[in-house]
């Protein structure tokens, strides 16, 4: 029943290595996000897939790369992890209505990464 | 510029208190979004209400009430009769123009405690 659903909800692992967090909505939306919740609540977009394109591409590293194989997943890689990568990664789904972008976002229950 | 200012960064009230959180924003567009979320201790974001800059109608959703005011930029939130449940972190987002790369900006929010 799950809307948006991350996996895994926890995540810890060492400096330099490379892991993944997957992400899946059954909503039926077009359009997916990845953000970054960083230790003082604040909430900043990575990237937005719509329809499997690439829509919004935020000055992140480019260690961290998003892969949508389907419009219904959009999957986060992060390579050689570094410590200030810790954080709280949240995927989230909305629907277009038309051309415009007025819907509400629904969000997964959040990944905590710890780089230790 | 646009964006939004949530002044008060941390609120305590006593349980049964009525507390508003208030929400002001600016931009020039004439036709935008006002959204409100909700970050229990627990993580997840929970999105409440979604407004459109051309209904200035408020609304009740049981203990929950928001005040739109065009004139003064200002979609403040309610919470009548609190309960510690309501603790949380409460954001109030603008989504600005409808085109598919608008982001929603996310500011720090209001903490609000309530305590028994």
Redesign the interface.
């Given at each position: 029943d799950t809307a948006v659903s991350q996996t895994p909800k926890y995540l810890v692992t060492q400096m330099g290595n490379d892991k993944s967090i997957k992400c899946e909505q059954n909503l039926g939306h077009d359009?997916m996000y990845w953000?970054k919740q960083d230790s003082?609540?604040?909430?900043?977009?990575m990237f937005?897939y719509?329809n499997k394109e690439l829509?919004?591409n935020e000055t992140v590293p480019n260690r961290f790369s998003p892969k949508s194989p389907d419009k219904a997943h959009l999957n986060l890689h992060i390579n050689s992890l570094e410590l200030g990568d810790s954080a709280?990664y949240?995927c989230?789904s909305r629907a277009?209505r038309g051309?415009?972008?007025?819907?509400?976002?629904?969000?997964g229950?959040?990944t905590?990464l710890t780089v230790v | 510029a646009q964006k939004v200012t949530q002044a008060q960064t941390e609120i305590s009230v006593v349980e049964k208190e009525d507390v508003t959180l208030d929400c002001v924003y600016e931009t020039r567009d004439t036709t935008y979004?006002l959204?409100w979320y909700k970050?229990p201790p627990s993580?997840?974001?929970?999105?409440l209400i979604?407004r459109?800059s051309f209904d200035e109608q408020n609304e009740i959703s049981g203990r929950y009430s928001w005040n739109f005011q065009k004139s003064t930029s200002s979609f403040n939130f309610t919470i009548t009769a609190s309960q510690v449940v309501d603790s949380a972190?409460y954001?109030c987002l603008p989504?600005l123009g409808?085109?598919?790369?608008?982001?929603?900006i996310?500011?720090?929010?209001t903490?609000l405690a309530v305590n028994p």
């Open positions: 359009t953000y003082k609540k604040f909430l900043k977009i937005s719509n829509i919004i709280v949240f989230a277009m051309r415009s972008m007025n819907t509400e976002a629904f969000f229950q959040g905590r | 979004y959204f970050q993580g997840e974001l929970v999105f979604r459109n972190v954001f989504l409808l085109a598919k790369d608008r982001k929603l996310w500011g720090l929010g903490s």
